[in-house]
């Protein structure tokens, strides 16, 4: 315990603080306050303000404010529909406007002193009510001959609170730790003063006196919005660790050791000569960057970008064959059966030929093919195992495994991706990694989710591709609709109708499909329906998948499984139903299946009313555009980046203070900021890391 006189530590306990004992300490702990220094970079949420009186006649919906008031009337009232649930209503003004306050649970001490001429002092969040603005359930206080309860000095904080930690008890501490360790604030800066001068950064001893106390006259409009230099600097700082945190795990990746794949590319050409098209220059650019990756003995890790279409799958089979062909086994792994399953088929076709085995795991497979599997991947028989996450599991042992791709990465964190390249480990180093994305990440994502790895973008689809047209219907037109696939299939074009997920059961989707295709296959009697969806038997779905590819089938009716890999270039246009349920990368992904031949294409996107305006911001955008990477730009906007990423309950990404759609201004200067730093400051690296992201940190050094 230090004495009185000597300095406090910032690692002191927080209960050495009035006001928190070991019961309040432990629910601290929820909200991840354990020390002093904690306190202080615990930040506040919002601001209110009750610092000064503001005229009723000025206040404005959506905001708190402290009024000082008389009660002109007040009045007893029972609820329209409620059997005996009374309210207390008082209608009060101040000589610039009325206002109501509605108490809904008052004694009868209340009930006798809120009369008419009582005058109030109150704070509370103003609303817009059915004939005026009110206030439900004021703090207030009484005015007894201009006597009345103070005005705050400064802004009053609103910190992230949590069950049994009270806001009342969070300025506390803040107050107490602000108060102790006034003196020592400046000796927390990590950020050197040459830096602090070229990017003009306010200091952060006080940044954190503004953001924890704003003054009363500070720009609150500024401060709601997170744009008030103070917070823009620790924001800043957040993002800078963070940076500096995934450019730690590169370093650190680079010290483990890889197999150097060498070989003549033979096998690599002669794939690339079977092919029925020439590789776009893209897609020879990033092959070439792939290449010059694998020929390395540091374990490459890089994510492949490229919107829907963009030929990612070739790219990654010529990386295996590399693996391959120098002797290796490569591994593809995909989120799901489905995907995997697709892959597996595709790199059936394109292998098989040239003489290669592959094989295949998943968690479905019965044992006995289950055993055969793991034979031929341990014995090396294998050169290629495609599967789900199955392929991680102990008993999978790989000969020679020197490179594994991950698709649709952006359902994995960056624990996962680690914990994976751990497993696939032996004795002569750690595997080759290619993660490829789905859809495109919007740059800020990129950067700050995916800072350790390297990055390639395919910016260029096959020629011959013709844009998309997008069509936004209330499902109220679905006759109109029948119409328009009829129409479609007379002139021999392939049709696809997407049902998706209303329910969250696959079941009920599922079941859905089926009525839809029933239903269909009513009204369009002349043309030949077919149905996919995840509960068939792959054998099942391959024979309906095959007919309609040979064109025996005229529309398909399909859940979601089809987001993904399905190939059908006369396919021209698109039914989605649902689509205002859909995130937009998804639906850009679905979209994708169509517009793959030289036929103009549409794709319908029908809605249930009502359509909130979120929903139709968001459809209109698929008008709008058929650009990957600008429409997951703006899902990252609209949606923020939990559930861009998909990964919302992982965790991944959060932010205290920074929000990088905001901030994504900083991203240049973090950059710059991150790279004099670690040229010049290293032990200030680490302590920024320590300080914004403790222990998190530890995944980068697993094995
Ligand atoms: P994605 O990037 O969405 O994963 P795919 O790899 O599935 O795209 O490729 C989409 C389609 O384009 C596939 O049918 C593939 O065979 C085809 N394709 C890939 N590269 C080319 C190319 N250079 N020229 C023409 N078609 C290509
Ligand atoms: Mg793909």
Redesign the pocket.
């Known amino acids: 315990m230090a004495k009185p006189s000597e300095k406090p530590a910032l690692s002191q306990s927080i209960t050495t603080l009035k006001g928190v004992g070991p019961r309040v300490g432990e629910k601290l702990k929820n909200l991840k306050i354990e020390t002093l220094q904690d306190v202080l970079f615990h930040l506040p949420l919002r601001y209110e303000d009750r610092t000064r009186v503001q005229p009723v006649g000025g206040l404005q919906p959506g905001h708190s404010a402290v009024i000082d008031v008389e009660i002109n009337h007040a009045e007893i009232v029972f609820t329209r529909k409620g059997r005996s649930r009374r309210m207390l209503l008082c209608h009060v003004s101040d000589g610039t406007g009325h206002l109501l306050l509605r108490f809904f649970y008052f004694n009868k001490t209340q009930q006798q002193q809120l009369t008419a001429g009582t005058r109030l002092r109150c704070f509370g969040d103003v609303r817009l009510g059915a004939s005026s603005l009110e206030i439900t359930h004021p703090e207030y206080s009484l005015i007894h001959n201009q006597q009345t309860t103070s005005l705050e000095n400064n802004l009053t904080p609103v910190y992230p609170a949590c069950d049994g930690v009270s806001q009342f008890l969070l300025r506390r501490l803040s107050d107490q730790v602000l108060a102790l360790l006034d003196n020592q604030l400046a000796e927390l800066e990590l950020l050197p003063d040459m830096v602090l001068k070229k990017f003009a950064l306010p200091s952060l001893k006080q940044s954190l006196k503004t953001v924890h106390r704003p003054a009363a006259d500070i720009d609150l409009n500024l401060m709601d919005q997170g744009l008030h230099p103070a917070q823009q600097r620790l924001a800043m700082e957040e993002l800078l660790a963070q940076h500096l945190s995934l450019q730690d795990l590169r370093k650190n990746n680079r010290r483990h050791q890889a197999i150097a794949l060498q070989s003549d590319n033979q096998l690599q050409n002669q794939f690339i000569k079977s092919l029925p ?4 220059g893209a ?1 020879q650019k990033v092959q070439q960057i792939i290449l010059a990756d694998l020929k390395k003995n540091q374990p490459m890790m890089r994510l492949i970008q ?1 919107d ?7 790219v990654a089979i010529l990386a295996c064959l590399k693996a391959i062909e120098a002797g290796y086994q490569a591994a593809i792994m995909a989120p799901t059966e489905i995907l995997a399953e697709q892959h597996f088929n595709f790199a059936c076709q394109c292998l098989q030929p040239l003489g290669l085995k592959i094989a295949w795991l998943s968690g479905k497979l019965k044992s006995k093919q289950r055993r055969e599997m793991l034979q031929l991947i341990a014995s090396g028989e294998a050169s290629l195992v495609v599967g789900t996450h199955a392929l991680f599991q102990d008993e999978v042992v790989f000969h020679r495994l020197a490179l594994i791709v991950i698709d649709e990465q952006h359902r994995f964190g960056v624990h996962q991706r680690l914990a994976l390249r751990n497993k696939g480990a032996d004795k002569t180093g750690v595997p080759h990694q290619l993660i490829m994305t789905a859809t495109p990440i919007p740059r800020s994502l990129a950067m700050t989710a995916y800072g350790d790895l390297e990055h390639s973008i395919i910016d260029e689809l ?1 020629p011959g591709r013709t844009p998309v047209k997008t069509i936004v219907l209330s499902e109220d037109r679905r006759g109109d609709v029948i119409e328009r696939v009829q129409q479609a299939c007379r002139e021999n074009k392939q049709v696809y109708w997407v049902c998706t997920l209303v329910e969250e059961s696959e079941a009920l989707q599922c079941q859905a499909a089926e009525d839809t295709q029933k239903l269909l296959q009513q009204a369009l009697s002349e043309f030949t329906i077919g149905l996919v969806h995840g509960r068939m038997k792959p054998a099942e779905k391959q024979q309906v998948m095959g007919d309609f590819k040979q064109g025996k089938i005229q529309l398909l009716v399909a859940t979601t499984v089809i987001e993904v ?1 399905v ?1 059908v270039p006369n396919a021209s246009l698109m039914i989605i139903e649902n689509a205002e349920r859909l995130g937009l990368s998804q639906l850009h992904q679905l979209r ?1 299946r169509v517009g ?1 031949g030289s036929q103009a294409s549409h794709c319908v996107l029908m809605y249930k009313k009502p359509l909130s305006q979120q929903a139709k911001a968001r459809l209109a955008i698929m008008r709008e555009t058929n650009d990957g990477f600008e429409i997951s730009r703006r899902d990252l906007q609209i949606r923020g980046p939990g559930e861009v990423l998909g990964t919302k309950q992982t965790g991944l990404l959060q932010l205290r203070i920074a929000d990088i759609v905001r901030d994504e201004h900083l991203l240049d200067e973090v950059k710059q900021l991150g790279e004099v730093l670690q040229q010049q400051y290293p032990r200030q690296v680490k302590a920024l890391i320590r300080r914004w992201l403790g222990d998190a940190q530890q995944y980068g050094h697993i094995g």
């Open positions: 098209f020439k590789l776009t897609q490229g829907v279409g963009s030929g990612k799958t070739i096959p890999g190939d994708g793959r």
